[in-house]
């Protein structure tokens, strides 16, 4: 028994050690075409969310295999894009519905997907610049299930999905980086590295990748060196972790302004 506790100790030292460690969170979008693909994504070491395209031939199969694995799923919800392209990507939500089948297509969709925790959107630059339409799509996923968030991926400067969701009272978050928007090895890496900078300095960061043989090599490279120095979480711990840290930084605020009120 006298032994147990210096045991104890170093355990509870170790475990809020690691706790300071800055926090990253990794989306794997557009799974459901490729099998081989989809599970070398999933087989990635790590606490990873997996975000996966709607009928598509392996989605089921894909979300299945990242559950068992304790990973993370979402539908990546596909919305009408600034790319001509786009208008061939099935079950994509565009600008000729109205609300009423907005709400129709995210329900079929958000069925379509087993142990989704959330969702985020599949291209989407034309369709979440405009508030009319990405409040009825927020309220389609609350209506839905109100413990599901949004993650907005951000394919437009411009978009108003984040501020929609969190007017509609969906759990809500952005992400930071796109890591390969160029897919050739160097740029990959290039963004690994801002990525983390960014977690460094900020504290956390999120990044989405595809599910390409490049990126696949360069996380398989990089990740093991990384959880080193980083904590790897899923998006929803991600937002509960900058809920809590902007939480502190407000009461941090409010003392210090009283503080200096009463001197």
């Given amino acids: 028994m006298i032994r147990f506790w ?17 926090v990253l969170s990794l ?22 969310t997996y975000a996966i395209l709607p009928d598509t031939i392996y989605g089921r199969r894909l979300a299945e295999r990242a559950h068992e694995r304790g990973k993370e799923v979402i539908l990546h919800l596909p919305m009408q894009s600034i790319n001509s392209a786009s208008s061939r990507e099935p079950h994509a939500l565009n600008e000729a519905m109205d609300e009423d089948e907005l709400t129709g297509k995210v329900h079929q969709l958000l069925r379509d997907v087993p142990f989704i925790r959330g969702v985020n959107n599949h291209m989407g630059s034309h369709l979440t610049e405009f508030d009319f339409f ?13 413990n599901l968030y949004f993650l907005d991926s951000r394919t437009s400067p411009r978009s108003v999905a984040l501020a929609e969701a969190r007017e509609a009272g969906l759990r809500s978050i952005s992400r930071d980086v796109f890591l390969d928007n160029e897919t050739n090895p160097e740029s990959i890496r290039l963004q690994i590295h801002i990525w983390l900078a960014q977690a460094r300095d900020r504290g956390s960061a ?3 990748g595809h599910p390409y043989a490049n990126t696949i090599e360069q996380l398989r490279a990089q990740l093991p060196e990384a959880q080193a120095e980083f904590a790897f979480i899923p998006i929803s711990r991600m937002i509960e972790t900058r809920q809590s840290h902007a939480h502190s930084t407000t009461r941090r605020e ?3 302004n009283l503080e200096s009120t009463s001197q």
């Fill in 6 to 22: 210096p045991l104890l100790a170093l355990a509870l030292t170790c475990s809020a050690t690691a706790d300071q460690r800055p």
């Fill in 27 to 48: 989306v794997i979008d557009d799974l459901g075409y490729s099998l081989d693909n989809g599970i070398a994504a999933i087989d990635l070491e790590g606490t990873h």
């Fill in 134 to 146: 990405m409040r009825p799509v927020m309220d389609s996923i609350r209506g839905y299930n109100p």
């Fill in 206 to 208: 999120i990044a989405i």
């Fill in 254 to 256: 409010v003392a210090n």
